[in-house]
Structures are given as structure tokens and as C-alpha cells.
């Protein structure tokens, strides 16, 4: 039985549904993974509405979710990281994760660590490797630099806050007020409330704003930017084109890193980084989650996990 959460038409919450697909073999280069669970994100609705057809185009139907955990089933030709039984984490780098059995390259996976339960696992993969590569690649965060991270709470921005933290800088979150304590925990220095305090009148001279939000979120801190400072966003792809004259504008697309997953992992594992998981839901509840997740509002991850 291979069950999986299908598009056959773009659509909203009700053009989602599971269906058996076939069982899939590893390739070369494959492992094929049973999936425990799989993290929820902002994609799944992005690719089910049809919104990003231009950019993603797709063959439907589809299979949605971009990140998996799981066990390895079966290896495909010249794999050697891993056997039959390992448990193993990753992002595909395309869709696919929400079915009980999911073909991915081998590459793209990381061991789990022994300790670490897998929907805590599946709702590493996107978020922190999203997290790491903008703060510190595309964002080249510095010690002593101010990060102001829009939409802190959520999954990306909760290993934001704890990965810029640790690196030294002085971070400012944008949130609703019923999560600063919860960003103060995490190691915001200033936690701003977004729906009672306008953040462009509190944060100055910043170095590097992660938008993750888009809309105003985006155009309201251009003015706060620091002279040699940029913009990163995840969430709005029209800063390739927005940028005002004389700002730093960066669209941020993540791509998958098995070795960074790996050690992030592990230091999730040894309490050293927290994952964050709100909520947990079965396949039969994913769609529902999926359309939850477009309205903005929430603290980590949802994981959806498989039986
Ligand atoms: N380009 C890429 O490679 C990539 C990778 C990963 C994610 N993304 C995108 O990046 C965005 C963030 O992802 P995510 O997984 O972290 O999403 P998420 O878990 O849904 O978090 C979004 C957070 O934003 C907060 N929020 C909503 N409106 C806000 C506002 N006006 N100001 C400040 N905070 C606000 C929400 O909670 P509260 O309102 O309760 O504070 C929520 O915690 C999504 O659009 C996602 O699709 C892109």
C-alpha cells in the first residue's frame, strides 16, 4: 500500500486528497524511505493553489510535501551511506514527501540521531537548512551585526532566532505578543508585537532583515536597512525586481545540504538547538493543516505523521 496526498487539479483545501500511487524502486544513486512523518510548509499550498505553476510547473496529478523522515526500505545502485533499516531525515528539493513510501536521492538524506523521535526529526529538514543558508550565505551574518527576522515564531524563524543567537549577533523578532516569551527563550534580544507596534519605528540601522513574511513586512523595513546592510527573503519573490535603487535585495531559494543537516541534527539531538513541533496531525488531517498553514499563524512546526 503506498497511500499519498494528492493534487489532480490546482485548487484550495479540497483539491487535496489520498489516493494509492504505486509503490516506487530506488534508481541509482536512491534509497527508497517508509515515512514516519513529514513537516508541513508554506510549498504545499503555494504549489496546490497553482501559484507557482509559472515558476514550478508541474505534471499533475502531484504528490505534495517537500521534507520526510523515515526508514530506508530499499538502495538503489552505488549507494554506500546507508542500509536497509537506517533512519534517515532530508528535504527532496521537490515535492513528494506525503506518501507512506517516497524514492529520494541518497545525497539529499542525513542519519538521525538514535534520540531524536521522527516528528521532531521531519520538522528539522526545511526550516533549519532554510535558516542557516540565509542568515549565514545569503545573508552573511556577522558577530556583533543586528538581524531583524520577520515572522521570528514560525519554523523558519524559530532556528533563525536560535542560529543568529548563537553566532553573536543581536537579533529582533517580529511576532504576535503571545509568542515573545517563547522568542525570549530562544534568544531574542527585542521581540517586537507586529499588529500593535509598527516594527520601522523601533528597529534602526540593521544590518540584515530575514523577511519571511513578505507583503508589508518587506516594504516597511527598506527604510531600516543599514547603509551596507540587506534584505533576505524567503517569502516574497518579487524583491529580485523590488529593490529599490541603492538597496540590497536577496530572493532566497534553499537547497538541500546533507552535511549541515546532519550536524544540525545531531545538536538538535544534544539540546544544543530546539525543534520546535506545535502540532501533530495523521494524513487523514494533512490537507486541513496544509490550509491552516496559509493563514500565517503559528508557533514551529505542524508535522504530519504517517502510521
Ligand atoms: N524560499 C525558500 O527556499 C523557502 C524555504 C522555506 C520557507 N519559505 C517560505 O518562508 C515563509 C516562512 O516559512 P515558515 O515555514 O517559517 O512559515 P510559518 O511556520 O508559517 O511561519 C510564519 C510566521 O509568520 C508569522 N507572521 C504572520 N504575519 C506576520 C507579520 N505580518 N509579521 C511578522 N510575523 C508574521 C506567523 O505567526 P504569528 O502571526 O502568530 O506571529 C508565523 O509564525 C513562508 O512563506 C514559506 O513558504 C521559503
Given at each position: 500500500?503506498?497511500?499519498?496526498?494528492?493534487?489532480?487539479?490546482?485548487?484550495?483545501?479540497?483539491?487535496?486528497?489520498?489516493?494509492?500511487?504505486?509503490?516506487?524502486?530506488?534508481?541509482?544513486?536512491?534509497?527508497?524511505?517508509?515515512?514516519?512523518?513529514?513537516?508541513?510548509?508554506?510549498?504545499?499550498?503555494?504549489?496546490?493553489?497553482?501559484?507557482?505553476?509559472?515558476?514550478?510547473?508541474?505534471?499533475?496529478?502531484?504528490?505534495?510535501?517537500?521534507?520526510?523522515?523515515?526508514?530506508?526500505?530499499?538502495?538503489?545502485?552505488?549507494?554506500?551511506?546507508?542500509?536497509?533499516?537506517?533512519?534517515?531525515?532530508?528535504?527532496?528539493?521537490?515535492?513528494?514527501?506525503?506518501?507512506?513510501?517516497?524514492?529520494?536521492?541518497?545525497?539529499?538524506?542525513?542519519?538521525?540521531?538514535?534520540?531524536?523521535?521522527?516528528?521532531?526529526?521531519?520538522?528539522?529538514p526545511v526550516a533549519a537548512l532554510t535558516a542557516w543558508q540565509a542568515l549565514f550565505e545569503a545573508g552573511e551574518l556577522k558577530r556583533?551585526?543586528?538581524?531583524?527576522?520577520?515572522?521570528?515564531?514560525?519554523?523558519?524563524?524559530?532556528?533563525?532566532?536560535?542560529?543568529?543567537?548563537?553566532?553573536?549577533?543581536?537579533?529582533?523578532?517580529?511576532?504576535?505578543?503571545?509568542?515573545?516569551?517563547?522568542?525570549?527563550?530562544?534568544?531574542?534580544?527585542?521581540?517586537?508585537?507586529?499588529?500593535?507596534?509598527?516594527?520601522?519605528?523601533?528597529?534602526?540601522?540593521?544590518?540584515?532583515?530575514?523577511?519571511?513574511?513578505?507583503?508589508?513586512?518587506?516594504?516597511?523595513?527598506?527604510?531600516?536597512?543599514?547603509?551596507?546592510?540587506?534584505?533576505?527573503?524567503?517569502?516574497?519573490?518579487?524583491?529580485?525586481?523590488?529593490?529599490?535603487?541603492?538597496?540590497?535585495?536577496?530572493?532566497?531559494?534553499?537547497?538541500?545540504?546533507?552535511?549541515?543537516?546532519?550536524?544540525?541534527?545531531?545538536?538538535?539531538?544534544?539540546?544544543?538547538?530546539?525543534?520546535?513541533?506545535?502540532?501533530?496531525?495523521?494524513?487523514?488531517?494533512?490537507?486541513?493543516?496544509?490550509?491552516?498553514?496559509?493563514?500565517?499563524?503559528?508557533?514551529?512546526?505542524?508535522v504530519v505523521k504517517f502510521q
Amino acid at each position: 500500500m503506498n497511500r499519498a496526498l494528492l493534487i489532480h487539479a490546482y485548487g484550495g483545501a479540497d483539491a487535496v486528497s489520498i489516493d494509492r500511487i504505486d509503490l516506487p524502486t530506488a534508481a541509482a544513486g536512491e534509497v527508497v524511505v517508509r515515512v514516519r512523518a513529514a513537516g508541513v510548509n508554506g510549498l504545499d499550498w503555494k504549489i496546490r493553489d497553482g501559484s507557482l505553476q509559472s515558476v514550478f510547473p508541474l505534471p499533475l496529478p502531484a504528490t505534495l510535501g517537500i521534507e520526510l523522515a523515515g526508514e530506508v526500505t530499499e538502495i538503489g545502485a552505488g549507494v554506500t551511506r546507508f542500509t536497509v533499516g537506517d533512519r534517515v531525515l532530508g528535504a527532496l528539493g521537490a515535492i513528494g514527501a506525503y506518501a507512506d513510501h517516497v524514492a529520494i536521492d541518497a545525497d539529499k538524506l542525513a542519519p538521525i540521531p538514535d534520540s531524536l523521535d521522527d516528528t521532531i526529526a521531519a520538522a528539522i529538514p526545511v526550516a533549519a537548512l532554510t535558516a542557516w543558508q540565509a542568515l549565514f550565505e545569503a545573508g552573511e551574518l556577522k558577530r556583533g551585526q543586528t538581524v531583524l527576522i520577520h515572522g521570528a515564531a514560525g519554523g523558519v524563524g524559530s532556528f533563525a532566532v536560535q542560529l543568529a543567537r548563537r553566532a553573536g549577533a543581536r537579533v529582533v523578532a517580529t511576532a504576535r505578543g503571545i509568542h515573545a516569551a517563547y522568542l525570549r527563550e530562544l534568544g531574542a534580544d527585542e521581540v517586537i508585537d507586529y499588529r500593535t507596534t509598527p516594527f520601522w519605528e523601533v528597529a534602526r540601522n540593521v544590518d540584515l532583515v530575514l523577511d519571511l513574511v513578505g507583503g508589508p513586512a518587506l516594504t516597511g523595513s527598506w527604510p531600516i536597512v543599514a547603509e551596507q546592510g540587506r534584505i533576505v527573503s524567503t517569502a516574497a519573490p518579487e524583491i529580485a525586481t523590488q529593490t529599490p535603487t541603492g538597496k540590497r535585495g536577496v530572493w532566497f531559494q534553499m537547497r538541500t545540504d546533507a552535511a549541515k543537516l546532519a550536524e544540525i541534527a545531531r545538536e538538535v539531538a544534544q539540546g544544543n538547538l530546539r525543534a520546535e513541533v506545535s502540532e501533530i496531525v495523521d494524513l487523514s488531517q494533512a490537507a486541513d493543516a496544509i490550509e491552516r498553514n496559509k493563514t500565517g499563524h503559528g508557533r514551529g512546526k505542524t508535522v504530519v505523521k504517517f502510521q
